[in-house]
């Protein structure tokens, strides 16, 4: 044998009928482990409809009880009705609106008649039909945008760098919301409406609440006054530009010559006093806006109604309720004693 001849060396080139086959079993692997997946639901689904037909009769047997039970219960039981007031709370008092409508509601929970009829004056006979209280805020994207925007406006130019949007929104609670719906569920339909002079009175007899209001309108006030003086003195002076005008231009056609820099400079002024003027009519339109707004503590968007409106929905009806809790009670059983009988079975194979 000769040693000179060159010894085969090991290839490094990759062998692609092998990397194939790797790839090929990969797949088989993968499809083989979704097929277990879809073959062990398919079972679940199978054992369940076995079960349901094992079972029928008795759970139609139930469903029929429970129709029978639940439309006694319906037919016997109390109508309630449910109405709804939206307000817009001023002065920082909507932490005490939440406060009164949740006491009155755990006087309502309580059934507490008596303490929830001189609260609400009111007789027992009435407080005892009402139910339940319950007040949440009412606020959308845009409203809560309005609210960002008139947020930041009141904010001086440090302040408004280091608030943005998004970490407003973050933080945004019900209190910080314009609007809040009180609702009231109650047998009697024409009680929501008797209440609502008390609610309103419980907040805007606040002595506290009765300084703000009356602290705010001394602002507003002394703001119109001011804006008012404001007026009357452009107008002063635009009275007195005219005069100027007028002198200038009859000087004009005696032959005097008029320098265009003080012409420039007049117009100018005269400009001025234009936008100034705007400015004052735009400030005085936004605090009519906020004299309205701030006339009440409370602001009552939306009444009560005369009548509330019957409380109704599958959840609230036992017609539902009733055979849905029966069939969940036959199927627990009904798994009970299959499971027990399966244990028996395994124990006497061993």
């Not at 429970?66 to 817009?88: N, R």
């Not at 309580?110 to 009402?130: C, G, P, R, V």
């Not at 936004?286 to 006339?295: A, I, P, T």
């Amino acid at each position: 044998m000769n040693k000179d001849l060159p010894q085969p060396q090991p290839s490094d080139e990759i062998d692609l009928g092998q990397l194939f086959k790797l790839i090929g079993n990969a797949f088989d692997r993968f499809f083989r482990f979704i097929g277990r997946i879809f073959s062990g639901i398919f079972g679940v689904i199978l054992l369940f409809l076995l079960f349901i037909q094992r079972h029928f009769v008795k759970f139609v047997a139930v469903v029929v009880i429970g129709l029978i039970i639940g439309a006694i219960i319906d037919f016997k039981k109390e109508p309630e009705y449910i109405s709804t007031m939206v307000i817009e709370p001023n002065f920082n008092s909507v932490q005490q609106l939440y406060n009164n409508v949740g006491f009155y509601n755990e006087l309502a929970k309580s059934k507490d008649s008596l303490a929830l009829s001189e609260a609400l004056n009111i007789t027992e006979k009435e407080a005892s039909s009402i139910k339940k209280f319950s007040v949440e805020s009412y606020s959308d994207e845009n409203q809560k945008i309005l609210l960002f925007d008139e947020f930041v406006r009141s904010l001086d130019s440090t302040t408004k760098k280091t608030i943005n949007m998004k970490s407003y929104l973050e933080n945004f609670n019900s209190f910080d919301a314009r609007f809040h719906t009180i609702s009231v569920v109650a047998t009697d339909n024409a009680v929501a409406k008797k209440i609502q002079p008390a609610i309103i009175s419980s907040i805007s007899n606040n002595s506290y609440f009765n300084l703000q209001k009356d602290i705010s309108d001394s602002n507003i006030s002394l703001q119109d006054s001011l804006y008012n003086k404001q007026i009357r003195e452009i107008d002063s002076l635009q009275l007195l530009y005219k005069k100027v005008m007028l002198k200038e231009a009859e000087r004009s056609i005696q032959g005097t010559n008029i320098s265009l820099g003080e012409k420039g400079v007049q117009n100018n002024k005269e400009l001025s006093l234009i936008n100034k003027m705007e400015d004052l009519k735009s400030g005085l339109v936004e605090l009519n806006k906020e004299r309205g707004n701030k006339s009440s503590i409370l602001n009552v968007i939306s009444d009560f109604p005369r009548k509330g409106v019957q409380d109704k929905g599958i959840l609230k009806s036992y017609k539902f309720l009733i055979p849905v809790l029966f069939v969940i009670l036959a199927a627990l059983v009904s798994i009970s004693l299959s499971l027990n009988k399966f244990l028996k079975n395994h124990n006497r194979k061993k």
